[in-house]
Nanobody, 122 residues
Framework: QVQLVESGGGLVQPEGSLKLSCAASGTFFRIKTMGWYRQAPGKQRELVADIPTGGTTNYEDTVKGRFTISRDNAKNTVTLQMSNLKPEDTAVYYC????????????????WGQGTQVAVSS
């Protein structure tokens, strides 16, 4: 059983900063991709940023230059450093991972964290 456990989030003023962290635990072979999605009230869940193993990072256009995603492959963690936060960044942020369960697996499975609230308000 794979679990994604998130930490961070909270209330911050506009132009402030927050850091979100997520750790994958359980039994699996390898992580394919880790990233963050967010869902604001009344809106669809959207990709914020992700980082494939051995690949390049991918950012949603509105967060480019403000958010930085990083991974620690040895610890199976992913971090989202958010700076210059804006009220429109307010949402529940979800950690996401695509994981190869076994060395001989031909398919990977997707997992979600429980979500952490980020609120940007003065």
């Amino acid at each position: 059983q794979v679990q994604l456990v998130e930490s961070g989030g909270g209330l911050v003023q506009p132009e402030g900063s927050l850091k979100l962290s997520c750790a994958a635990s359980g039994t699996f072979f390898r992580i394919k991709t880790m990233g963050w999605y967010r869902q604001a009230p009344g809106k669809q869940r959207e990709l914020v940023a992700d980082i494939p193993t051995g690949g390049t990072t991918n950012y949603e256009d509105t967060v480019k230059g403000r958010f930085t995603i990083s991974r620690d492959n040895a610890k199976n963690t992913v971090t989202l450093q958010m700076s210059n936060l804006k009220p429109e960044d307010t949402a529940v942020y979800y950690c996401h991972a695509e994981i190869w369960p076994r060395r001989d697996s031909t398919v990977f499975f997707a997992y979600w964290g429980q979500g952490t609230q980020v609120a940007v308000s003065s």
